[in-house]
């Protein structure tokens, strides 16, 4: 029994693990398709992150694979399916980031309405610019997908006494989680038209591809800002830049991208934007509990037992 970490994955729960369990880590293994398959086919385990590409081609080469633990909560970069018919569990740490993703989507939307990431370059640069900036409290919300992380986030927004209009289309208006956080559900135009602040917390699948579009961009408030902390697919940047250039809407705070890392280009160079390097979910915290269920799925998973966090159909 082994496990392989092909990502920068670790942990403490991973050091009790490895003194049970062989452990190779190599953290930078997913750049190569051929020695990650090479690799992964002797395997009982695999770790990963969102970059490696744990694709049916990939399942396929690896009889010993009995798990495939995601060190996070996306799973388009896994192909369920193929790991559900080969017999192999995938886990995955849903909703052990939820509040790290929420501090970042407020951090976003603070660092846009008070002009804090500009001010800081200012003044490091000399200039002593005081402009006004604007207040959260008492302004609208607009989540975009009100699964963990969206949860989390109107949580968070609990002190700003901020109204909060949110859209899933997989959650029923009476859903006892929206009704304690008082998120009102409403189809998304009515969410993209009355938010002060517009943040996305939705999966990269075929409905979400470039749902912030030109169209729905244009039909945001001029003075709303946009915080993608879901997956850079969601946005169509172009759309984006044309809106922030031409002001149809005011900022944009953006932790992920249609590609990462991205080529540089005129989001980099636009005052009204503040970037991150998708990081919404990595905090000391969310990652200990993360490889804390790793971890522990994956010596359930060796030895045989059912798994409690597995997101597939195979749960042992």
Known sequence: ????????????????????????????????????????????????????????????????????????????????????????????????????????????????????????????GGQWRRDAGRELSGSTWGLVGCGATGLATAKLLAGFDCKILGFDPAIAAADERLRALEIDLVGLEEVLSKADVVSLHAPAVAATHHMINAQSLASMKPTAFLINVARGELVDETALIHALESGQIAGAGLDVRGSEPPQLGKLETLPNVVLAPHVAGITNESQRRITDILAQDIARALAGEPLQFAVGSTKS
């Open 1 to 124: 029994m082994s496990v392989l970490i092909s990502e920068d994955v670790w942990g403490p729960a991973f050091e009790v693990l490895a003194k049970t369990t062989e452990i190779s880590k190599q953290p930078d293994l997913w750049q190569d398709p051929v020695a990650l398959k090479t690799a992964a086919g002797k395997a009982s385990a695999l770790v990963v992150r969102n970059r490696t590409q744990v694709t049916k081609d990939l399942l396929s080469a690896c009889p010993n694979l009995k798990v495939v633990a995601r060190a996070g909560v996306g799973l388009d970069n896994i192909d369920v399916q193929a790991a559900d018919e080969l017999g192999i569990a995938v886990v995955a740490g849903l909703g052990a980031n939820a509040v790290s993703v929420g501090e970042m989507a407020l951090g976003l939307a603070l660092s846009l309405m008070r002009n804090i990431a500009r001010g800081d370059v200012d003044t490091r």
